[in-house]
């Protein structure tokens, strides 16, 4: 029975959400041939009385090549089911259904306005499939399939079209989608971008700017070592304000009066309840935070929000030859879609991204015998870069005045109790690093 077959392999798979509970039931939801030996579904896994919904390509072969044969998910009546993200002869005809607008039972997909796609190039999945999966089409194409769905516009694709019509900067082109009716509403499949070849990730380049300083002889300062980061960093904080100010102009703005702060330092604290249910480790850092997010309730001039990227880290940012491009405005993975497009402070990101040196500055830290002695080298590069990427983010007209000072040191305590739940769930050796954030300045 294919709906078996397809329990047992979803199972399996990296992107699956509900590992380690009992697959009770698979259903197929819609089966479309979007062309022969190419179909798409979407299945309804249901566990303990909850049902989740994920996409497949499903390619079908008689005859199965080697380099095919780690996708094979079952072979039924002598045909090799398959999955298709593997076949760069099967996903080229994603980049022909969107190039010419096709429709195939209710499967729309879609290019992005003025966008021209050349349909040559074939893909490979990219190495890190989390969970989603991210097709490169040559040198020209990333398309990202959202394997779990929710119904719904995906915010990245939102952010990035709107951006892109407005020419902002710092983005990576749109060039097209794939949506369907989910529930009645139109929801995003898959999205494609430009896939910018000749770029680094900023997790990389912090990385080989904090060895260096490792590497280099105990006199040398952050600033004076060869791999300094502080200029990409300061210009990353300017990239980021101009995104900012271009994602006020592009979406609606607002203003949050005080008893809305106390709403929002009220979801600080639901959020510490739940990280510290699950994560002890946590307890002993409660009243400092209560104590911060306190702070946030005595706030007495009113807030601006607006949309903001969410989940903002060095990973989510690429240096291209020229400039710093901002990627997956998605907001927090797993968190409700309304949740993750509402209006914020974008402050929110930049203590996201300070966050991110800190983590950049620590990482090599975690469980080394040399730890304590490049403690305090870790925290003058995080210092240091944190100062530029401030500095860029003022420059580039982005706002932070003496009364944000409370605020931002929330946000910053509050995604490292985000990061404290996710490296206690993904990367356990990691959670001295969010850890660490707690310790008295
Ligand atoms: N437009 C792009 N050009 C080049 N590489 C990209 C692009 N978009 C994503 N990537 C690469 O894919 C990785 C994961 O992308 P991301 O959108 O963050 O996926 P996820 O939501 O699974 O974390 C990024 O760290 C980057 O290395
Ligand atoms: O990139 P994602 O949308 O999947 O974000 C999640 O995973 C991130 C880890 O890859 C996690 O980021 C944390 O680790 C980063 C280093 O790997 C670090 O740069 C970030 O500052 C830190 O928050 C992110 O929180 C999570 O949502």
């Known amino acids: 029975m294919l709906t078996e077959l397809l329990a047992a392999w979803i199972s399996r798979q990296r992107w699956f959400g509900g590992k380690g509970r009992p697959i009770d039931e698979l259903s197929i939801e819609a089966d479309v041939e979007l062309t022969p030996g190419l179909r798409h579904l979407i299945v309804a896994v249901w566990q303990e009385g909850s049902r989740d919904r994920y996409q497949l390509l499903l390619g079908e072969r008689h005859e199965l090549p080697d380099r095919l044969a780690h996708a094979l998910i079952a072979t039924v009546d002598g045909?090799?089911?398959?999955?298709?993200?593997?076949?760069?002869?099967?996903?080229?005809?994603?980049?022909?259904?969107?190039?010419?607008?096709e429709t195939r039972s209710g499967l729309r997909m879609r290019h992005a306005p003025g966008a021209e796609i050349d349909t040559t190039p074939r893909s490979l999945v990219l190495g890190a499939e989390q969970s989603n999966t991210s097709l490169v089409y040559g040198d020209a194409y990333i398309c990202k399939l959202f394997r779990r769905l929710i119904?719904?516009?995906?915010p990245e694709l939102e952010i990035v079209t709107a951006l892109a019509a407005r020419d902002a900067p710092h983005i990576a082109q749109p060039y097209g989608?794939?949506?369907?009716?989910?529930?009645?509403?139109?929801?995003?499949?898959?999205?494609?971008?430009?896939?910018?070849?000749?770029?680094?990730?900023?997790?990389?380049?912090a990385l080989t700017s904090v060895r260096d300083l490792y590497?280099?002889?105990?006199?040398?300062?952050?600033?004076?070592?060869?791999?300094?980061f502080a200029g990409e960093a300061e210009r990353l904080g300017v990239a980021t304000a101009r995104v900012h100010a271009e994602l006020a102009a592009a979406f609606p703005t607002d203003t949050i009066e005080t008893h809305e702060i106390k709403r929002m330092a009220e979801s600080f604290r639901r959020r510490l309840g739940r990280a510290v249910a699950e994560v002890p480790e946590l307890r002993p850092h409660v009243p400092a935070l209560e104590e911060a997010y306190h702070e946030v309730e005595l706030l007495t001039s009113a807030v601006p929000v607006q949309r903001v990227h969410g989940d903002y880290h060095l990973g989510q940012v690429m240096r291209t030859p020229?400039?710093?491009?901002?990627?997956?405005?998605?907001?927090?993975?797993?968190?409700?879609?309304?949740?993750?497009?509402?209006?914020?402070?974008?402050?929110?990101?930049?203590?996201?991204?300070l966050r991110s040196?800190?983590?950049?500055?620590?990482?090599l830290l975690a469980g080394r015998p040399e730890a304590a002695e490049l403690e305090d080298r870790a925290q003058a590069w995080a210092d240091h870069n944190r100062a530029a990427f401030l500095q860029g983010y003022a420059q580039g007209g982005g706002r932070i005045d003496r009364a944000d000072a409370a605020l931002l040191r929330a946000f910053e305590l509050s995604k490292a109790v985000y990061e404290v739940v996710y490296e206690a769930r993904n990367r356990p050796t990691w959670l001295p690093i969010p850890l660490a954030a707690f310790r008295p300045r």
């Not at 405005?329 to 990101?349: M, T, V």
């Open 79 to 101: 045909v090799h089911l398959y999955d298709a993200v593997h076949d760069p002869e099967r996903t080229a005809w994603l980049l022909d259904g969107m190039s010419r607008d």
């Open 151 to 154: 119904p719904g516009v995906n």
């Open 177 to 205: 989608w794939i949506e369907a009716d989910l529930d009645g509403t139109d929801t995003t499949l898959a999205f494609m971008q430009e896939f910018l070849s000749n770029a680094n990730d900023g997790w990389d380049l």
């Open 215 to 228: 590497a280099s002889p105990p006199e040398v300062s952050a600033a004076e070592a060869g791999g300094d």
């Open 322 to 353: 020229t400039d710093w491009v901002i990627l997956d405005f998605e907001g927090e993975p797993g968190q409700p879609l309304a949740e993750r497009r509402a209006l914020s402070s974008p402050l929110r990101d930049v203590a996201g991204m």
């Open 357 to 363: 040196f800190d983590y950049a500055a620590r990482h």
